[in-house]
T-cell receptor, first 111, second 118 residues
Framework: QKEVEQDPGPLSVPEGAIVSLNCTYSNSAFQYFMWYRQYSRKGPELLMYTYSSGNKEDGRFTAQVDKSSKYISLFIRDSQPSDSATYLC???????????FGKGTTLSVSS | KAGVTQTPRYLIKTRGQQVTLSCSPI?????VSWYQQTPGQGLQFLFEYFSETQRNKGNFPGRFSGRQFSNSRSEMNVSTLELGDSALYLC?????????????????FGPGTRLTVL
């Protein structure tokens, strides 16, 4: 079993839809949780960052961490065609350790 | 502020050859990490360097090696190339290693080097 599991999709939604992206993990030691967005032919860029449990909101994006279920989510409200990209979850055990990525979910938002 | 640069952007090599990829981090960033990205395995961590020392290492064979120079620039080398080494190799820089803030944890990625092994 991989440490971080993420459904690769693809996920196709119409413009304006609410999108839910998820990752599960096996190691309860993970403390730092991130979501990266990767456009085609580009490197990933950090979208959301959460330490430990809880919710974090930034504009149309909300990140949730449920450590008891070992489950993290990214919600995108009012999705736009410009949100079409691959979304990667990432996490690390503690500061200074390697960042472990999920395989990424490819999202397509149609206008 | 200039971003992370990687050279070359594209490479074609044959099995058995070796290759060296280069990464220049954002000015002021002292940590450089390398990743291999493939459709099947996703983004996999290779190694991380800070102050010219390897601080973390992923589960890759010894054919994969790297180094960091005093100006924080980094290179990775793959010897005896195999077909399965075909991938996008990404470099990411961050301010430092360790620390619990978003600023400490944020990695800035370059556009990658696309390596094709024939």
């Amino acid at each position: 079993q991989k440490e971080v599991e993420q459904d690769p999709g693809p996920l196709s939604v119409p413009e304006g839809a609410i999108v839910s992206l998820n990752c599960t993990y096996s190691n309860s030691a993970f403390q730092y949780f991130m979501w990266y967005r990767q456009y085609s032919r580009k490197g990933p860029e950090l979208l959301m960052y959460t330490y430990s449990s809880g919710n974090k909101e930034d504009g149309r994006f909300t990140a949730q961490v449920d450590k008891s279920s070992k489950y993290i989510s990214l919600f995108i409200r009012d999705s736009q065609p410009s949100d079409s990209a691959t979304y990667l979850c990432a996490m690390r055990h503690q500061a200074g350790t390697a960042l472990i990525f999920g395989k990424g979910t490819t999202l397509s938002v149609s206008s | 502020k200039a971003g992370v640069t990687q050279t070359p952007r594209y490479l074609i090599k044959t099995r058995g050859q070796q290759v060296t990829l280069s990464c220049s981090p954002i000015s002021g960033h002292r940590s450089v990490s390398w990743y291999q990205q493939t459709p099947g395995q996703g983004l996999q961590f290779l190694f991380e360097y800070f102050s010219e020392t390897q601080r973390n290492k992923g589960n890759f064979p010894g054919r994969f090696s790297g180094r960091q120079f005093s100006n924080s620039r980094s290179e990775m080398n793959v010897s005896t190339l195999e077909l399965g080494d075909s991938a996008l190799y990404l470099c990411a820089s961050s301010l430092r290693i360790g620390g619990g803030t978003k600023k400490d944890n944020e990695q800035f990625f370059g556009p990658g080097t696309r390596l094709t092994v024939l």
